[in-house]
């Protein structure tokens, strides 16, 4: 039986920022997000940009708090751990970013950078140990252990980001979470990290929360998906079925922009307004780029609701989408 690993429970994040005349605005970065991720699966969230991935992505890590919500890991709600508590568990998730080159700080070699978060552990390892935990990390993201004593302008694209990779796993985390990790790269090399990253999991049974606005890539490598539009979740289910047959408009949308999922590339392009527009608070949040919109999308937000073959989909008319895309 699947066992869930992250409960991601009615999330919301509001930023408040000043405009030019001093009027506080609020954007709401996520909006009620609620998804359970289970343990060694890859999890695929797409969405354009500006929709909340990296916001999710900093919560699920506690680098940032929710306005509202929880994020149960393993069983303990993480915001109400007290500060030492949380800094423990942090060994058992860790985050991958985009850019290879930012990332690395050029100044220390790759294996103190490796090593640098083996000391959020509990037990302080011997050098000894450090040395080898490294190398043997090194290995098992397809570089040399020598590798260690080199800088990160030493090394090409993809093998920065397999040192990211490797920083990553050092604690052997439960969860690793990848913002973006492969965008910066080149197709061959994104096609490497991608493979390493599935093996990862076969060997070591890590569960990936894999963010990206590439289709294609998600397609690859996840199990699963999820859809999210401005800051909510609007569509779960397994990858290919999803894309393949997607039951939520906006889906759709992103679907069809990218008509060769078999390719990596562009993001996905902006639905054009054609439904009914947003004017105040409440109702569905697409509705004005949906081509299916109807009086009730603007009097009733849909909720997320479960469907067929384990799919959730926040549309009320996702049993006709499904109905015009099945075979
Ligand atoms: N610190 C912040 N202060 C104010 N607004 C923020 C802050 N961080 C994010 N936002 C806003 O929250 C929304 C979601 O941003 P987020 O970075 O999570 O999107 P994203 O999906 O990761 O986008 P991208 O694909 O471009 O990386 C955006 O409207 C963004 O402008
Ligand atoms: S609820 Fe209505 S507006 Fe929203 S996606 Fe479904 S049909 Fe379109
Ligand atoms: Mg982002």
């Keep these: 039986m699947t066992k869930p690993l992250l409960d991601m429970r009615r999330l919301t994040r509001d930023y408040t920022s000043s405009t030019l005349f001093g009027t506080p605005h609020v954007t709401r970065a996520l909006d009620d997000f609620t998804l359970t991720i289970n343990k060694g699966e890859i999890f695929g969230i797409v969405g354009e940009s500006g929709c909340g991935k990296s916001t999710l992505a900093r919560i699920v890590m506690a680098l940032d708090r929710p306005s509202a919500g929880n994020v149960i890991f393993d069983d303990q709600d993480l915001f109400s751990l007290p500060e030492k508590d949380l800094t423990a568990k942090r060994e058992d998730f860790q985050m991958v970013f985009q850019d290879p080159f930012g990332s690395l700080d050029p100044r220390f070699r790759v294996g103190r950078t490796i090593a640098e978060p083996m000391h959020v552990l509990a037990r302080r390892p011997e050098k000894s140990e450090i040395r080898e935990r490294v190398a043997?990390?090194?290995?098992?993201?397809?570089?040399?252990?020598?590798?260690?004593?080199?800088?990160?302008?030493?090394?090409?694209?993809?093998?920065?980001?397999?040192?990211?990779?490797?920083?990553?796993?050092?604690?052997?985390?439960?969860?690793?979470?990848?913002?973006?990790?492969?965008?910066?790269?080149?197709?061959?090399?994104?096609?490497?990290?991608?493979?390493?990253?599935?093996?990862?999991?076969?060997?070591?049974?890590?569960?990936?929360?894999?963010?990206?606005?590439?289709?294609?890539?998600?397609?690859?490598?996840?199990?699963?998906?999820?859809?999210?539009?401005?800051?909510?979740?609007?569509?779960?289910?397994?990858?290919?079925?999803?894309?393949?047959?997607?039951?939520?408009?906006?889906?759709?949308?992103?679907?069809?922009?990218?008509?060769?999922?078999?390719?990596?590339?562009?993001?996905?392009?902006?639905?054009?307004?054609?439904?009914?527009?947003?004017?105040?608070?409440?109702?569905?949040?697409?509705?004005?780029?949906?081509?299916?919109?109807?009086?009730?999308?603007?009097?009733?937000?849909?909720?997320?609701?479960?469907?067929?073959?384990?799919?959730?989909?926040?549309?009320?008319?996702?049993?006709?989408?499904?109905?015009?895309?099945?075979?």
């Design 136 to 327: 043997d990390m090194l290995e098992s993201v397809g570089l040399e252990a020598a590798h260690a004593d080199r800088h990160p302008h030493e090394f090409s694209g993809g093998q920065r980001q397999r040192i990211a990779i490797a920083r990553a796993l050092i604690t052997e985390p439960k969860l690793v979470v990848a913002d973006e990790a492969v965008s910066a790269l080149d197709l061959s090399v994104q096609a490497q990290v991608l493979n390493l990253l599935m093996d990862l999991r076969e060997k070591r049974g890590v569960t990936f929360l894999f963010i990206t606005h590439n289709l294609a890539v998600v397609d690859c490598i996840a199990d699963r998906v999820g859809v999210m539009y401005r800051g909510r979740l609007v569509e779960t289910g397994p990858a290919q079925e999803v894309f393949e047959q997607p039951h939520h408009p906006y889906t759709k949308v992103l679907a069809d922009a990218e008509p060769s999922i078999t390719r990596f590339g562009r993001p996905p392009a902006k639905a054009p307004a054609t439904g009914i527009a947003l004017n105040g608070q409440g109702g569905c949040v697409f509705r004005d780029r949906c081509p299916l919109a109807v009086e009730r999308c603007v009097a009733e937000r849909p909720e997320l609701r479960t469907m067929d073959k384990g799919r959730q989909v926040a549309c009320h008319r996702a049993e006709e989408m499904a109905q015009r895309l099945s075979p």
